[in-house]
T-cell receptor, first 116, second 112 residues
Framework: ELKVEQNPLFLSMQEGKNYTIYCNYS?????LYWYRQDPGKSLESLFVLLSNGAVKQEGRLMASLDTKARLSTLHITAAVHDLSATYFCAVDMSSFSGGGADGLTFGKGTHLIIQP | DAGVIQSPRHEVTEMGQEVTLRCKPI?????LFWYRQTMMRGLELLIYFNNNVPIDDSGMPEDRFSAKMPNASFSTLKIQPSEPRDSAVYFC??????????FGPGTRLTVL
């Protein structure tokens, strides 16, 4: 059974600071996804990481994937209040199912609060 | 593109009633997924389809749950009979060649 663990689950930080969210998963996979969810809203796709060593950046967010360590990180640089949200990582086994899409297994999410 | 469309956005029903949730995927996407989100269990995959065919329904909690995809632009998730523990937000998502899943706005279901 594929398990995905995120830490921390709750994070309160000040604007301007840097921090990293970690995502570990239990089974070999080279496909990892990061989503953002605002309260009462849907999930917004942030990053799709499809190979070992993949690194993607968008604004103050940067995501990386180490498939050997089964670890992905989401790094926040110089946080601003607008980044307050819940961040989910998710993994699928699609690379082992002929390359087609597969259902996602999600972590519990990291509830991030950024205070002025 | 309008994105993934779900209806209704909110549903309040009484225990024992039948509930039908609807989803229209993004045009051209050949995969459709149904997920459920609760505080206790987080986000869970219920079932997914490829080219209208169910591929994995192992996440469907009980026989009370059923899902269909009669054509490429429409899917339903039905709960009959509904129970209070079915209260959750149900999301539909779709994807194509990129494997990046795009989520709909969700249906918030409350079973009294």
């Amino acid at each position: 059974e594929l398990k995905v663990e995120q830490n921390p689950l709750f994070l309160s930080m000040q604007e301007g600071k840097n921090y990293t969210i970690y995502c570990n998963y239990s089974t070999t996979s080279d496909r990892l996804y990061w989503y953002r969810q605002d309260p009462g809203k849907s999930l917004e796709s942030l990053f799709v990481l499809l190979s070992n060593g993949a690194v993607k950046q968008e604004g103050r967010l940067m995501a990386s994937l180490d498939t050997k360590a089964r670890l992905s990180t989401l790094h926040i640089t110089a946080a601003v209040h607008d980044l307050s949200a819940t961040y989910f990582c998710a993994v699928d086994m699609s690379s082992f199912s002929g390359g087609g899409a597969d259902g996602l297994t999600f972590g519990k999410g990291t509830h991030l609060i950024i205070q002025p | 593109d309008a994105g993934v469309i779900q209806s209704p956005r909110h549903e309040v029903t009484e225990m024992g009633q039948e509930v039908t949730l609807r989803c229209k995927p993004i045009s051209g996407h050949d995969y459709l997924f149904w997920y459920r989100q609760t505080m206790m269990r987080g986000l869970e995959l219920l079932i997914y389809f490829n080219n209208n065919v169910p591929i994995d329904d192992s996440g469907m909690p009980e026989d009370r749950f059923s899902a269909k995809m009669p054509n490429a632009s429409f899917s339903t998730l039905k709960i009959q009979p509904s129970e209070p523990r079915d209260s959750a937000v149900y999301f539909c998502a779709s994807t194509g060649a990129s494997n990046e899943q795009f989520f709909g706005p969700g249906t918030r279901l409350t079973v009294l």
